[in-house]
């Protein structure tokens, strides 16, 4: 757009949505200054309303990477919970084996045949091992009534087996350090000298 003044010529470009103000419509300082004023409030108010709902959306996200983790959690604890409840069912049958085998009459059956059950139970043992089930309970151990239950107490003279495993009358078991059946055991204790 061109525009003429006093016989020049002058030139000026105008961008869409300039406007060319008359000097008598120029707002005054005090104007400028109070809308610049009001200008600023809206901006802290909107930098505090995006800072809250960064604060929402980062609380929002952690929840969600919380959640998430928990659910992780609680899915391979109930995963554990069923491996170790499905193997405490087969521990009957693993006993057997050792009881059968432990017995003084074992000897005296025919060789073939106690091969093939030796086998059978060493694959059962193995199976079990291999899903991450563990046996404790060995004479000598210290008791330790979070993985053990006594079920008789005999004396001992000797100091040092004072509160240590006698006898073991039934193996214990662990899966991924989650305690499966606990070992029933004899304890050696000292007694007073009266």
């Known amino acids: 757009m061109k525009k003429r003044a006093e016989n020049e010529e ?8 300039d406007e060319i103000v008359p000097e008598e419509e120029e707002v ?8 610049l004023k009001e200008l600023r409030k809206e901006l802290l108010a909107t930098q505090k309303e995006r800072d809250e709902n960064l604060a929402g959306w980062q609380r929002a996200k952690a929840d969600l990477v919380n959640y998430r983790k928990n659910v992780n959690e609680d ?14 069912s087969i521990l009957p049958a693993v006993d057997s084996f050792t009881s059968a085998m ?25 199976a079990l091992a291999s ?5 404790f309970g060995k004479v000598g151990e210290p008791f330790n009534p979070s993985i053990h239950e006594c079920m008789s107490i005999v ?6 087996e004072d509160h240590t495993i006698a006898q073991v009358l039934q193996q214990g078991y662990m899966i ?16 007073e000298k009266e």
């Open 10 to 17: 002058i030139s000026i470009d105008l961008e869409s949505g």
């Open 28 to 35: 005054s300082n005090s104007a400028l200054k109070a809308k």
């Open 75 to 88: 899915a391979m604890r109930d995963k554990r919970r069923a491996k170790a409840s499905v193997i405490a």
């Open 102 to 126: 432990d017995d003084p009459s074992w000897k005296d059956v025919d060789a073939n045949w106690r091969n093939g059950v030796e086998r059978i139970a060493s694959q059962l043992t193995q």
């Open 131 to 135: 899903v991450g089930l563990t046996a």
């Open 155 to 160: 004396p001992t003279s000797v100091e040092k």
């Open 176 to 191: 991924e350090q989650e305690l499966v059946r606990p070992a029933k055991v004899v304890v050696a204790q000292v007694q």
